[in-house]
């Protein structure tokens, strides 16, 4: 069994939706929480990045983490045809390698 | 602008032909890392540097070769014991961790594909 598994998707939305992607990792000692946007034939952008229980937001974007059940999501709202890309979540433990999912392709249909 | 450079864009292999990949940063981080993508895949850690002239295997290391004999470069040899070379190839470096938590930042990466 994977440490990180990722809803494989692919998603499909409307634009003006929102958009629930989702990692569950089996590692308890992950503590940092990232997500990267990926454009066809270009490397992870930075988009989120977290540490511990909670949530972050970032204009359209909220980061949620939930260690307890050991559960991230990223949550897009007002989703635009721009967002359509692959979401990747990683995650790492203090000073440990960041292990990353599979990642999810999203597409946002005008 | 401080970034990652990835070249070439796109690579072509000769059977029993070694390749190697140039990674080069001017983020003036010191560690630094190279990963596999296959389609449908997550990165997968071929190898990792923390430090100029050190460097360590990741979990799919065998058929690949790195240096670190700078800190702004980390070049990767792809060589022909990789039978299976075909895939996306990204480099990316962050603060050493330990010293720093800040995740790590990617170039666009390299495909590379077998004649």
Sequence with gaps: QKEVE?????????????????????NSAFQYFMWYRQYSRKGPELLM?????????????????????KYISLFIRDSQPSDSATYLCAMRANAG?????????????? | DGGITQSPKYLFRKEGQN????????????????????PGQGLR???YSQIVNDFQKGDIAEGYS??????????????????NPTAFYLCASSP??????????????TRLSIL
């Design chain 1, 49 to 69: 990045y977290t540490y511990s229980s909670g949530n972050k937001e970032d204009g359209r974007f909220t980061a949620q983490v939930d260690k307890s059940s």
């Design chain 1, 6 to 26: 990722q809803d494989p998707g692919p998603l499909s939305v409307p634009e003006g939706a929102i958009v629930s992607l989702n990692c569950t990792y089996s």
């Design chain 2, 66 to 83: 790195v240096s670190r004999e700078k800190k702004e470069s980390f070049p990767l040899t792809v060589t022909s014991a990789q039978k």
């Design chain 2, 45 to 47: 850690l071929i190898y």
């Design chain 2, 96 to 109: 050493r961790q330990g010293n720093s938590n800040q995740p790590q930042h990617f170039g666009d990466g």
């Design chain 1, 97 to 110: 390698k960041s292990t990353f999912g599979d990642g999810t392709t999203l597409t946002v249909k005008p």
């Design chain 2, 19 to 38: 390749v190697t990949l140039s990674c080069e940063q001017n983020l003036n981080h010191d560690a630094m890392y190279w990963y596999r993508q296959d």
